[in-house]
Each structure stands twice: as C-alpha cells, then as structure tokens.
C-alpha cells in the first residue's frame, strides 16, 4: 500500500457515521473462552459436548464454533476502488468495538447507540458463563465483526448497496461525537471503553 493511501482515521469527525459489518459468529477471537463455556474444560467434557445440537443455534456446538472467520478484505477494496471516501476502518477483533479508539485522531467519542440484535452464540456463551457484559464486549465481536466510518448517508448508502452485493448485513450502528480524550460508548449496555478496555458507565 502507498503511503498516501494509508487510512489511519485522523480525518474522522464529529457527525461522521459508524457502519457495521455483521461476524458469522465467534470468528477466531475468545475461542479459548467459548469453548471452555460451551463444550467443558476437559478434553473429556469437550468431547462428549462438541455434538450437542443447540435449537438457538440451529446447530450442534461444534458446528457453532468451527464457523469460518468472515474476511472482509474483498468489500472493503470494492469500496476503496469505487471511490467511496472510508473515513476509517477497524476490524472488531479481540478487544470489540475499543478498537475504534485505535484511530488517530483524538477527541472523539464513538456511540455505538444502534447496537443489532447479538448472535445466538454469544448469548449462550454468556448466559452459561455467567459472563459480565464488559468481559463479553472486550472479548468477543457480538455480532458486529467490522466497522467503517463514513461521512454522510449517501455514502451509507454506497456502503450498503457493496455489502448487500457480498451478502454481507450491515447497519449504521452509532455516530462520532467530540468530547476530550477518546472513548467508545455502548449506551445501551452502560459501557464505556477506553483505549483498550470496557468499564462500567
């Protein structure tokens, strides 16, 4: 990639729009945890688990979690081809939506306040777990397993029209706000993250 094509997100603003990319499931974040929560932590339990069918998953267990990691890279690179202007782009890996605050520029906020529906999956993994939301949107993509920022709702729109092509869902999940430093909200869910990590609001 030439250096003057590098997105690094300095040119995000206030207004700007926060577009999501829906995950498969787990992807290839908190495998370690999910399959301690679903399947048991010996290699016996795990066994004697991994073909239980689950009626919320549609699936058994194993199935759920050997789901292939959705790659992105193919709609993203149609986007950045037709001239889409991609303000930034992170993939919610290990870490969820405080990713987002690994973009350049500061004093912004991030308010993930149109949170989609989560994914079955998880809400398994936290139910069995007994898991807190804040270890639950630091370890896993709930759903949401890329986002983009965008100026405007027309280039929602291009967005859009690129992922329904791929059979990608996508929403507009939140907005860019200024406020001093640099954080991500989750209203919905009472979370604030900084830098790296999720905290109680």
């Given at each position: 990639?030439?250096?003057?094509?590098?997105?690094?997100g300095k040119n995000i603003k206030p207004g700007n729009l926060i577009i999501g990319l829906a995950?498969?499931?787990?992807?290839?974040?908190?495998?370690?945890?999910?399959?301690?929560?679903?399947?048991?932590?010996?290699?016996?339990?795990?066994?004697?688990?991994?073909?239980?069918?689950?009626?919320?998953?549609?699936?058994?267990?194993?199935?759920?979690?050997?789901?292939?990691?959705?790659?992105?890279?193919?709609?993203?690179?149609?986007?950045?081809?037709?001239?889409?202007?991609?303000?930034?782009?992170?993939?919610?890996?290990?870490?969820?939506?405080?990713?987002?605050?690994?973009?350049e520029n500061n004093n912004i906020r991030f308010v993930i306040d149109r949170l989609p529906p989560?994914?079955?999956?998880?809400?398994?993994?936290?139910?069995?777990?007994?898991?807190?939301?804040?270890?639950?949107?630091?370890?896993?993509?709930?759903?949401?397993?890329?986002?983009?920022?965008?100026?405007?709702?027309?280039?929602?729109?291009?967005?859009?029209?690129?992922?329904?092509?791929?059979?990608?869902?996508?929403?507009?999940?939140?907005?860019?706000?200024?406020?001093?430093?640099?954080?991500?909200?989750?209203?919905?869910?009472?979370?604030?993250?900084?830098?790296?990590?999720?905290?109680?609001?």
């Amino acid at each position: 990639v030439r250096t003057d094509r590098i997105n690094t997100g300095k040119n995000i603003k206030p207004g700007n729009l926060i577009i999501g990319l829906a995950s498969t499931g787990v992807h290839s974040n908190g495998l370690t945890l999910a399959r301690r929560t679903l399947l048991g932590k010996t290699p016996e339990e795990q066994k004697d688990n991994i073909n239980k069918h689950d009626p919320d998953l549609g699936c058994s267990l194993g199935e759920e979690l050997l789901k292939p990691t959705r790659i992105y890279v193919r709609e993203i690179m149609e986007m950045l081809d037709t001239g889409i202007d991609l303000k930034a782009m992170t993939h919610i890996t290990s870490g969820g939506f405080s990713n987002l605050n690994r973009v350049e520029n500061n004093n912004i906020r991030f308010v993930i306040d149109r949170l989609p529906p989560v994914l079955p999956v998880f809400n398994l993994i936290q139910r069995q777990g007994r898991i807190t939301d804040v270890e639950m949107f630091e370890v896993f993509n709930m759903g949401t397993g890329f986002c983009i920022i965008v100026e405007n709702a027309r280039a929602v729109d291009a967005v859009q029209a690129i992922c329904r092509k791929h059979d990608i869902p996508s929403h507009v999940i939140g907005r860019v706000e200024t406020c001093q430093g640099k954080e991500v909200v989750i209203p919905e869910r009472k979370l604030v993250a900084r830098e790296q990590t999720f905290y109680p609001l």
